[in-house]
């Protein structure tokens, strides 16, 4: 009803109206939306002084009434309602129409279904509880939030600002900062954001609100906090000095609320029987930092305690110190690996369901007794490359997904033709299909540490939607002419083809034989069967095309340096495993060239793509914009550039690569690496956008310094770029002067589409970045810190605190801090031969360096970009994930073993780390119970890829220690 989804819009905000919205709109559930208030028959207009809530229940009612004599009084008609005067007063008024609660209608309609049994008993238990403590009078321990029509007021006038509320993880008690969103953040002429200083400031509003803020007199503004601080439950300082003062205020009203599912721990038994004399009202921690105790009522408290567990806030009253909810659902027990998988899944909104029945059965069938083969109506519409083109992909080893490859050839003018060649995924991926409705909701194929769920199934992500070796595929290409000297572009020709790709050859091995090294012509399998001559020419062809594509590489590149391309790298070291998959050796994982050929090639099709939709579509192209960032968040990377004598100029991307390619220390190569690490974290995120919805002067990619880019060359992982690949097909329809028989989006709808997919894409990054974690600290857990050598590690000191120091472990890829000062008040102190010990005494912090000096007189300086040998160690944690700790035991770089030297210089690639931890748990748990066949049903249920072994995907992810802007959008499959 039309009535009842205006109800939801108004009452219960905007992120349960549009779950309504997409649940209308999903062909899956057999939805339809029934415009009642503009139906002759159905329309009531509301009395004159009817409560509103009244005027809609009426007229729900007396549309389902219309709709059972519509249907000749032969379907009974079932309306659900809490409201309890409507079941008294409808509820026997019609024959046929039953007005019922929702416990009813659970009740007589679903008596089996105990999961929902048990969460409306939760709910109802909940409700109650609220209603008799509203009635009891109680002190309030927040104002009263502005009305609506106040707020928006206030807004307009300029005296209130809209923002999100972000609540500072470290600090999550005291410290939140509200983002400037919308008109405010022109209007208001503010630069920075505004500190939200203490639970009560922020008046009941959870991180990711949209708030309205009224600033407090300059006289009560405050400053963030410089000091270390690990995340502490109380609502307390810290002692240290802030930092200058800031824009401060105080939140006076909600706009929107942007509750979701939270994952909470109960607390232990000791602390129930602490909470006091209701032991059914409990408080339980979410795993979140940001977000507050939730109180819950439940008598399972001792049952759950060692579990993970779901709940959702029901509300906030301005009586209650914590907001109310109610229980869920179980996730798993605490420490389990797949609990604590579970957790980041459901704190990112990451919905894992099975791809349905519907869905598989509109996907295509290949099996070796009834084999997918090329149309004969695609052989005729289709520019076919295989007897003409030398066609190859160049991806990581066990590569499933391979959707891109590339060939290059000499024309019969002399000129040289590069193509890009895609996987056509919208051929098997009709718009508005269930598999295609599916894609648009998961937006992207997410990457944990120890798996993936693919965005598509995978008889199309792994198999006829991957550009495999020796076999007949469809793609959507990407052709360019070009100078046979210059490399110029003379024009460029975009279809779809058939292509038949001859090498599937892993980056090692495409290094090798640029670098004219033949001995690894064994390991490619095409290659390996053929003898003598022919042989031989098949090599030269395929080394002639990998180095031919090297150069014309470098030359694009070198275009963009020019004008200003940034190259903000990260770095990797693959685990050498032994007999007993233990780590046995850490070998360095160097960056290949054709790394960087293969993103080139892949960066020039997605901005010559960008341009020829944008051209065709002015209104409605998915492009994606890299905004340049704020000049204030570069002042970090400026100071610590100029403790090392280095001058980086900000004012534009080509000045500021071009002062990092400067910024080099002969004695120290981390040196830049760290400050390359740093303007990465000053960037703006990269994001898809639709170009009726803003200037054509924003389109600009910073990072990549194109006018016009877009995603194209992934269309089996992101959705973005199916969308792109549907609107190239246009743009090439159109110029044929044929019928667009592409389903496009309007602005509008490409508007709304691009935000949900950015935001799946930030839940992927938060999802990936926190399972990582997770191993890492699995990794480091069961390794006495006293004794393991690794445990051992060098660290460089990035940033400088006043309590402490933040350092990388360049080994292993981690940043975190270390303190100089302990709980006790006692600081770091330093012997003759730079071991540590902890002492009464002081710390004077100034810019780039703090003196740790004890009370006997005796001090120690530690510098920025100084090397120190940390300890790392895991703090464990019941409610939240468990924590890398570094603690400095040396004031002097790490002395490393001579077995370890030539192994020592780079980082430990994660995905190798954690495959190690992964292989353990797995042989643990295969020690006490046969899983086995388990795992391998559940994965045919949810079909999803799995690989040849758990961590061979994520070795197409980026390395995350150094988060790196450029890399994001030039990895090409990866």
């Given at each position: 009803m039309q009535t009842a989804c205006q109800a939801v819009q108004h009452q219960r905000g905007r992120r349960q109206y549009n779950k309504l919205r997409n649940l209308l709109k999903d062909a899956r559930h057999d939805c339809v939306l029934f415009a009642n208030e503009f139906q002759q028959h159905c329309y009531l207009p509301r009395e004159k002084g009817e409560a509103m809530e009244k005027w809609q229940t009426r007229s729900i009612y007396n549309s389902a009434v219309w709709y059972y004599h519509h249907c000749e009084d032969r379907m009974p008609i079932v309306m659900v309602t809490e409201d309890e005067e409507a079941v008294q007063q409808y509820g026997s008024e019609t024959e046929g129409v039953f007005v019922i609660s929702f416990k009813n209608y659970l009740d007589n309609f679903w008596p089996d279904f105990k999961g929902a049994h048990e969460l409306c008993s939760s709910i109802l238990q909940s409700r109650r509880e609220r209603e008799s403590e509203s009635q009891e009078t109680h002190g309030k321990e927040y104002p009263e939030h502005l009305p609506l029509e106040v707020l928006e007021a206030g807004i307009k006038s300029g005296r209130y600002i809209q923002g999100i509320l972000n609540v500072n993880k470290h600090r999550a008690q005291i410290e939140a900062f509200v983002r400037l969103q919308g008109a405010s953040s022109k209007d208001s002429g503010l630069v920075s954001d505004i500190l939200i200083h203490g639970s009560k400031a922020r008046n009941r509003s959870i991180h990711g609100d949209v708030v309205v803020v009224e600033l407090l007199p300059k006289s009560e503004w405050k400053g963030r906090t410089a000091a270390l601080c690990e995340n502490d439950s109380e609502d307390?300082?810290?002692?240290?000095?802030?930092?200058?003062?800031?824009?401060?205020?105080?939140?006076?009203?909600?706009?929107q609320k942007n509750w979701r599912d939270y994952v909470v721990t109960f607390p232990s038994k000791e602390e129930v029987q602490s909470q006091g004399k209701n032991a059914q009202k409990i408080l339980v921690t979410p795993w979140d930092y940001r977000i507050p105790k939730i109180r819950i009522s439940t008598q399972q408290a001792e049952a759950l305690q060692d579990f993970r567990v779901v709940v959702r806030i029901d509300s906030w009253e301005t009586t209650s110190v914590y907001p109310n909810g109610h229980f869920v659902r179980v996730l798993g027990r605490i420490g389990d690996l797949e609990g604590e998988i579970a957790t980041i899944l459901v704190e990112n909104s990451i919905s894992v369901v099975p791809f349905s029945e519907a869905q598989m059965?509109?996907?295509?069938?290949?099996?070796?007794?009834?084999?997918?083969?090329?149309s004969p109506k695609e052989e005729r519409e289709r520019k076919d490359l295989r007897n003409t083109h030398l066609v190859f992909s160049i991806d990581p080893k066990g590569c499933e997904d391979v959707d891109d490859t590339l060939s290059v050839r000499t024309l019969n003018n002399g000129n040289l033709e590069l193509g890009v060649h895609i996987t056509d995924v919208t051929h098997f991926v009709a718009p508005n299909s269930y598999i295609d409705v599916e894609a648009r909701t998961r937006a992207t194929t997410y990457y944990l540490a120890d798996r993936r769920y693919d965005m598509l199934p995978s008889i199309l992500s792994a198999d006829l939607c991957s550009l495999l070796g020796g076999v007949d595929r469809y793609a959507v290409s990407v052709m360019w002419e070009l100078d046979k000297t210059s490399y110029e572009i003379k024009k460029v020709w975009y279809g779809r083809t058939i292509i038949r790709s001859a090498y599937k050859l892993f980056y090692e091995a495409a290094q090798e034989l640029l670098d004219g090294n033949s001995s690894v012509v064994d390991e490619i399998p095409e290659l390996k069967a053929l003898e003598g001559q022919s042989r031989q020419a098949k090599v030269d062809e395929l080394v002639w095309a990998i180095g031919k594509l090297t150069d014309i590489a470098r030359h694009i590149r070198a275009k963009r340096d020019r004008c200003g391309a940034l190259e903000l790298e990260g770095v990797e070291v693959r685990v050498q495993l032994g007999d007993k998959k233990n780590i046995h050796d850490l070998i360095p994982k160097q960056p290949l060239e054709v790394h960087e050929t293969v993103a080139e090639c892949m960066i020039l099709a997605n901005h010559w793509v960008a341009k020829k939709i944008w051209e065709s579509f002015p209104h409605q192209a998915l492009l994606r914009q890299h905004p340049p960032p704020h000049q204030e968040f570069f002042s970090e990377l400026r100071e610590c550039a100029k403790a090392k004598g280095f001058s980086i100029d900000t004012r534009s991307n080509k000045t500021l690569a071009d002062s990092l390619d400067s910024a080099h220390d002969p004695s120290d190569p981390w040196v830049n690496r760290l400050l390359r690490s740093m303007a990465t974290q000053a960037m703006s995120n990269a994001l898809y956008f639709s170009t009726g919805s803003c200037a054509e002067d924003q389109f600009h990619h910073y990072g990549l310094a194109l006018d016009k880019y877009t995603h194209f060359t992934s269309p089996i992982r992101r959705y973005s770029d199916i969308v792109v690949h549907r609107l190239l097909m246009a743009a090439i329809s159109k110029d044929k002067k044929m019928e667009v028989k592409e389903t496009l989006f309007s602005n509008k709808n490409l508007e709304e589409l691009c935000r949900h997919i950015n935001n799946r894409n930030r839940a992927a990054q938060r999802s990936q970045k926190q399972s990582t974690e997770l191993f890492q600290c699995l990794y480091f857990k069961d390794r006495d810190p006293e004794t393991e050598e690794r445990r051992i590690a060098d660290g460089v000191i990035y940033s400088i605190r006043t309590n402490g120091v933040l350092v990388f472990i360049p080994r292993f890829g981690i940043k975190g801090a270390a303190y100089l000062k302990n709980k006790d008040g006692l600081v770091i102190s330093c012997g003759p031969e730079g071991s540590s010990e902890w002492k009464p005494g002081s710390l004077q912090r100034s810019q780039n360096e703090i003196v740790s000096t004890t009370a006997g007189g005796q001090s120690v300086t530690f510098r920025l970009f100084d090397h120190v040998t940390v300890r790392i160690?895991?703090?464990?944690?019941?409610?939240?994930?468990?924590?890398?700790?570094?603690?400095?035991?040396?004031?002097?770089?790490?002395?490393?073993?001579?077995?370890?030297?030539?192994h020592q210089s780079a980082p430990?690639?994660?995905?190798?780390?954690?495959?190690?931890?992964?292989?353990?748990?797995?042989?643990?748990?295969?020690?006490?119970?046969?899983?086995?066949?388990?795992?391998?049903?559940?994965?045919?249920?949810?079909?999803?890829?799995?690989?040849?072994?758990?961590?061979?995907?994520?070795?197409?992810?980026?390395?995350?220690?150094?988060?790196?802007?450029?890399?994001?959008?030039?990895?090409?499959?990866?």
């Open positions: 307390k300082a810290s002692g240290e000095s802030p930092s200058e003062p800031m824009p401060t205020g105080r939140v006076v009203g909600i706009l059965c509109e996907m295509p069938v290949n099996t070796p007794e009834d084999p997918w083969k090329v160690s895991v703090q464990a944690s019941r409610c939240h994930s468990d924590t890398i700790r570094l603690e400095i035991v040396n004031n002097k770089p790490y002395m490393i073993p001579s077995t370890e030297l030539c430990l690639l994660r995905s190798e780390l954690v495959k190690e931890v992964t292989r353990s748990v797995e042989e643990a748990q295969l020690a006490q119970e046969v899983k086995g066949k388990v795992i391998e049903e559940e994965h045919r249920e949810y079909c999803q890829t799995r690989g040849r072994s758990l961590y061979t995907l994520l070795e197409e992810i980026k390395d995350l220690a150094l988060l790196d802007v450029t890399q994001c959008e030039t990895l090409p499959c990866h």
